[in-house]
């Protein structure tokens, strides 16, 4: 039977929306809400080619929750609210409480709610999005999902750092893992598009967009992964720096005299491809800057690949072999200039690219003697949220109703 569902991203000035048909997948709308909390927010809606645009003050997430429902109905996407049969909402942080989605309930919203506390930039709006779709939509089943949860699978010899214990047991300081959604969707098409089933593959996911990360997948399981505590740890990204000594901090901290806040600003917005290479954050700008002759462009590029070699190099010792190396993310779905890069002269893998394939970013992009296949496949995180609510809430809420 088709259902209707709605897959919720708020973000701290944002609300992104995605209406989908399952099982079939089809998307019914999407859009965006941008600047949410100023007089020029723009509501950006997608049916089709058909795009509908408008600048106005929104307040705040609750009327702007109401503005996309009032609208979905005066467009007639859906013929009433009631058409609407789940909602997925999209959270940052699942702690070691959730290792999986959740049908959200009192407890678990007040559970997300105490999380905020190791995600305090996003479990707070991501729960107040929970509230206000609740409120709307009080008898519509909705399902948290969880960014870390695909990671819980981690063992301790991959999560702990090497810190006074008392860090982990009493601040609850370890690797938790991030893009756990996008991870486990492409490792999953993965596997459908080889015709193997995943328990019998060993897969490293490269997720490259502005945020990145990378993850060790054996047997469909996560067993590492570079974000860590927070999304500013691993490879370097877009702003943020990824993995550095730990030790500049406090210099930098004595030097300059910069508070936390301050040293969290220069790792998360100052840094990665915009620190080095001075033109931009955007992967695009910078290969662009590159090929024009920036030479600092053209390091940005060098370290970018760098680091996502060394990590994967990693990944494949821990693995004990690799059967695949999956790209997403906007950088990886698009760029075969960073696949060639991240993928050049490793040939005693038996990995190796078909340039005309990566060029074409063609779904498979290994060579043809290659062992190891090289895939680049679209992630796909509202799909993944849509279908975790059939899943989960659904089902559970049909068990309810019996
Ligand atoms: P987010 O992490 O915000 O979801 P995306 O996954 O959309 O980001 O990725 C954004 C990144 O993808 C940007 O750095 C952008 O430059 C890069 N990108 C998008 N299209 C291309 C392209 N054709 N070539 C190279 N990079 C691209």
Redesign the pocket.
Known sequence: MSRTIMAINAGSSSLKFQLLTLPAGTVLCQGVIERIGLNDAVFTLKQGEQKWQETRAIADHQQAATLLLEALLAHRIIPSLEAIDGVGHRVAHGGETFKDSVLITDAALAEIERLAELAPLHNPVNAAGIRIFRAVLPHTPAVAVFDTAFHQTLDQGAFIYPLPWRYYQELGIRRYGFHGTSHKYVSQLLAEKLGVPLSALRVVSCHL???SSLCAIKGGRSVNTSMGFTPQSGVMM?TRSGDIDPSILPWVAQREGKTPQQLNTLLNNESGLLGVSGVS?????V?QAAKEGNPRAELALTLFAGRIRATIGSYIMQLGGIDALLFT???GE??AR?REAICRDLHFLGLELDDGKNQRNATFIQADNALVKVAVINTNEELMIARDVMRIGLSQAAEVSV
Do not use: P, Q, T, V
């Open positions: 967009g502005n945020g877009g954050h955007d992967y695009r700008d290969e993310g906007g950088i698009n760029s960073a």
